[in-house]
């Protein structure tokens, strides 16, 4: 974190110091450390033990929402000691640009409030509407003023929505952040505690002068007043020896008289200041000196703190970095398992798939081979039926000629002839190849192009 950057503003302005006038310090800091004593005491060793990536996701989770939980305090912690919220958290673009705008409008209202305010007095300007114009400004800068405080309400109900939802590394890189905040804050005060000391070293060299001074003018309304008390007592003793007490001798002495008791009375006033004076500047003297020491010891601790806070913030940066990494890998390793255990599971199905398919094909040739002799018995059957169909047809076609030939005198074998051409005598009955030879029947050839009676 740079150093130029402000993160906050911890240069002891009034308006934080205002903001802070109602904070109960005590409250706030012993309700932080309650939170933070309420700490769980788990089984650590057993846990580490019987862990497993599987339970590990739980203490991760574990471990995300004790960071959430840690950050939702912190962030609290800032409204109730008047930390300012948007310098102390890591605001994303929509985020800070509610409050930039908010700001931009209060800038511009004070500008445009200043110029209705600085317009002169005249008879011409009051025409125009200068009081109306001022009373607008002012109006339209109370509400820009209101806005402007509304702004970081409503970035901080955006931020913690926003974090409510984020993972470990993103309330890791806050709780970073807060950190080098703290840094910055501690330096700063560092600074602020450092120009007190000055003044108030100022202050001890100038209270040790007054002091001095004091003694030095005590020392002299001292001397005075010697003299001044030895010239009463003796005027005294004149007016004791003036014996008309009506003359005028008497009335000048006693006039004297007065004059130095009263003189008299003011140098007993004056050594009595000077002697209150001494006493109350050698009193600041030592408050100052003690004050010096309380803020060197309080300044020396917080560099303390400082130094520690921001060396151990940077290491804290590269141990989450492995933490965030381990996480990842984590992820990565139980990702790779679960392939595994699915890589596992679909080999064992591929191989119970593959090995039912075996299983089947040679069922199936088992059962093409079973029945080939069932469909050869039941071909046979088709052919030695057909073949005996067929030797009746040729028959009757021997009869039909005969008939014709007796009744017309018409020889229709050649007419036949053009159907069944074949060197077999159609009336020795085997046209069909016999039955009994298991072989087929030959098909008549079709020289004459007609349809063919076998298809």
């Given at each position: 974190m740079a150093d130029e950057f402000d993160l906050l503003e911890t240069s002891?302005?009034?308006?934080?110091?205002?903001?802070?006038?109602?904070?109960?310090?005590?409250?706030?800091?012993?309700?932080?450390?309650?939170?933070?004593?309420?700490?769980?005491?788990?089984?650590?060793?057993?846990?580490?033990?019987?862990?497993?990536?599987?339970?590990?996701?739980?203490?991760?989770?574990?471990?995300?929402?004790?960071?959430?939980?840690?950050?939702?305090?912190?962030?609290?912690?800032?409204?109730?000691?008047?930390?300012?919220?948007?310098?102390?958290?890591?605001?994303?673009?929509?985020?800070?640009?509610?409050?930039?705008?908010?700001?931009?409008?209060?800038?511009?209202?004070?500008?445009?409030?200043?110029?209705?305010?600085?317009?002169?007095?005249?008879?011409?300007?009051?025409?125009?509407?200068?009081?109306?114009?001022?009373?607008?400004a002012k109006a339209e800068l109370d509400q820009a003023e209101k806005d402007r405080r509304f702004s970081d309400s409503k970035a901080k109900e955006m931020f913690q929505k926003r974090i409510e939802t984020s993972d470990t590394e993103t309330l890791l890189k806050e709780l970073s952040f807060k950190s080098?905040?703290?840094?910055?804050?501690?330096?700063?005060?560092?600074?602020?505690?450092?120009?007190?000391?000055?003044?108030?070293?100022?202050?001890?060299?100038?209270?040790?002068?007054?002091?001095?001074?004091?003694?030095?003018?005590?020392?002299?309304?001292?001397?005075?007043?010697?003299?001044?008390?030895?010239?009463?007592?003796?005027?005294?003793?004149?007016?004791?020896?003036?014996?008309?007490k009506q003359s005028t001798a008497y009335s000048e002495t006693l006039s004297k008289i007065t004059k130095l008791e009263q003189s008299v009375e003011e140098l007993e006033g004056l050594r009595t200041a000077?002697?209150?004076?001494?006493?109350?500047?050698?009193?600041?003297?030592?408050?100052?000196?003690l004050t010096i020491k309380v803020l060197t010891s309080l300044r020396s601790n917080l560099q303390t703190h400082r130094a520690k806070l921001k060396s151990d913030t940077e290491e804290r940066v590269r141990y989450y970095d492995g933490y965030v990494v381990a996480l990842k890998a984590r992820t990565d390793q139980e990702f790779a398992a679960i392939l595994e255990h699915l890589g596992i599971k679909t080999d064992e199905k591929i191989g119970e798939t593959l090995a039912a398919m075996h299983t089947a094909s040679a069922r199936a040739r088992q059962d093409m081979m079973e029945n080939i002799p069932v469909h050869e018995k039941v071909m046979k059957g088709i052919y030695g039926s057909y073949a005996e169909s067929l030797q009746e047809i040729r028959e009757k076609d021997v009869e039909i000629r005969k008939n014709f030939e007796n009744r017309y005198g018409i020889?229709?074998?050649?007419?036949?002839?053009?159907?069944?051409?074949?060197?077999?005598?159609?009336?020795?009955?085997?046209?069909?190849?016999?039955?009994?030879?298991?072989?087929?029947?030959?098909?008549?050839?079709?020289?004459?192009?007609?349809?063919?009676?076998?298809?």
């Open positions: 002891g302005s009034q308006q934080e110091q205002k903001s802070n006038d109602k904070v109960d310090w005590g409250k706030a800091i012993d309700t932080m450390k309650s939170k933070l004593a309420q700490e769980d005491s788990p089984e650590v060793r057993q846990k580490i033990l019987n862990a497993t990536l599987d339970n590990v996701v739980d203490m991760a989770e574990k471990d995300r929402t004790s960071l959430l939980d840690a950050i939702r305090d912190l962030t609290d912690y800032q409204d109730e000691v008047g930390i300012i919220f948007e310098r102390f958290s890591t605001l994303n673009d929509a985020e800070q640009g509610v409050i930039d705008t908010a700001q931009q409008d209060l800038e511009k209202a004070k500008v445009e409030y200043r110029e209705a305010m600085e317009k002169p007095d005249t008879w011409w300007n009051n025409l125009w509407g200068r009081k109306s114009k001022m009373k607008s080098q905040a703290a840094v910055k804050r501690l330096k700063d005060r560092e600074v602020e505690i450092k120009d007190v000391e000055s003044k108030l070293q100022v202050a001890i060299v100038e209270a040790s002068k007054n002091h001095t001074k004091a003694l030095q003018k005590k020392k002299e309304v001292e001397e005075k007043l010697e003299t001044e008390r030895s010239l009463l007592s003796q005027v005294r003793q004149e007016l004791d020896e003036v014996v008309d000077y002697i209150t004076l001494a006493a109350s500047k050698d009193s600041f003297v030592h408050k100052h000196n020889d229709m074998k050649e007419l036949f002839e053009e159907y069944y051409k074949n060197n077999d005598n159609p009336s020795t009955g085997n046209a069909g190849g016999g039955s009994e030879s298991g072989g087929g029947t030959p098909a008549p050839t079709n020289t004459g192009g007609s349809d063919d009676l076998l298809g």
